[in-house]
């Protein structure tokens, strides 16, 4: 169920207009949000807050900055990736110390809960 909401503490409604006339705040009463929609949703409304942080978000977002957006959502995934693989190497390495010290003590190794619990 959607409600509309034409007024709010900050005004952040009406200053959405001045981004986009055809923006309208809705508040998404079975998701517990606020949405920005025009033709259809837009975007949800970041921290669930009417606050001037929805006006930066919805300039950032505008279609104008789309390469900067694509740039930035680049940059994030190389970093994950690149933290992704060095938890990985640490994990390689962790396995290869017990596996030589289970070879050397003359031990098989049960990974099977340890695997579980940190991969």
């Known amino acids: 169920m959607y409600k509309k909401v034409d007024r709010d503490l900050f005004g952040i409604s009406e200053r ?5 006339p055809k923006y ?5 009463q079975l998701q517990e949000r606020f949405e920005v929609h025009t033709d259809g949703l837009d975007f949800v409304v ?3 807050v009417l606050d001037s ?3 930066d978000y919805a300039l950032k977002t ?3 900055n789309e390469h900067d957006i694509e740039q930035e959502v680049e940059q994030h995934n190389k970093q994950v990736f690149e933290e992704t693989k060095k938890q990985n190497k640490v994990r390689e390495k962790r396995l290869a110390d017990m596996l030589t010290f289970a070879s050397r003590a ?3 190794v049960g990974f ?6 940190e991969f």
Do not use: A, C, D, W
């Open 53 to 55: 942080r929805v006006i």
């Open 106 to 108: 003359g031990r098989t």
């Open 46 to 48: 970041p921290n669930n």
């Open 16 to 20: 959405l207009k001045r981004i986009n």
């Open 62 to 64: 505008r279609k104008e």
């Open 24 to 28: 309208t705040v809705f508040r998404n």
């Open 112 to 117: 099977s809960k340890q695997i579980k619990e």
